[in-house]
């Protein structure tokens, strides 16, 4: 697992005026035949725990939100983002935390998510 945050990421200025922001830049070392978007709006205090057995999952944090990752909680400003690895158990079940809204992109186009 890791974590990419907003406030640490590169930015540069485009000569049109719009500011870029590179969130994720990572090497997997894998290709990969597929990939899935999931725009999800979680209910508040709950994520269901579960892992992916061999998908690299990334998840974005529009508004800000919490994970719990492995048994270690994570709190994220808006835009930053997690890298999960296979295996990585995820999730959140606790006090409410509000709506959390998140983009899963999943790398791959194969269901392989085991409920923990």
Same mark, same amino acid.
């Given at each position: 697992? *890791?974590?990419?945050?907003? !406030?640490?990421? =590169? ?5 049109? $005026? ?6 994720? +830049? ?22 269901? *725990?579960?892992?992916?057995? !061999?998908?690299? =999952? ?5 508004? $800000? ?6 048994? +270690? ?44």
């Amino acid at each position: 697992m *890791k974590i990419f945050s907003l !406030n640490d990421s =590169e930015r540069y200025d485009r000569s049109d $005026g719009r500011q870029v922001h590179i969130l994720l +830049k990572e090497k997997l070392g894998k290709s990969y035949d597929g990939i899935t978007l999931f725009f999800s709006k979680g209910p508040d205090g709950h994520l269901s *725990k579960h892992c992916h057995s !061999n998908t690299d =999952e990334i998840i974005v944090f529009p508004t $800000g939100g919490c994970l719990e990752v492995n048994n +270690k909680k994570y709190d994220f400003n808006e835009w930053d983002c997690v890298l999960l690895e296979p295996g990585d158990v995820h999730g959140y079940d606790g006090e409410s935390i509000g709506q959390t809204i998140h983009f899963a992109i999943l790398l791959t186009d194969k269901k392989d998510r085991k409920n923990i």
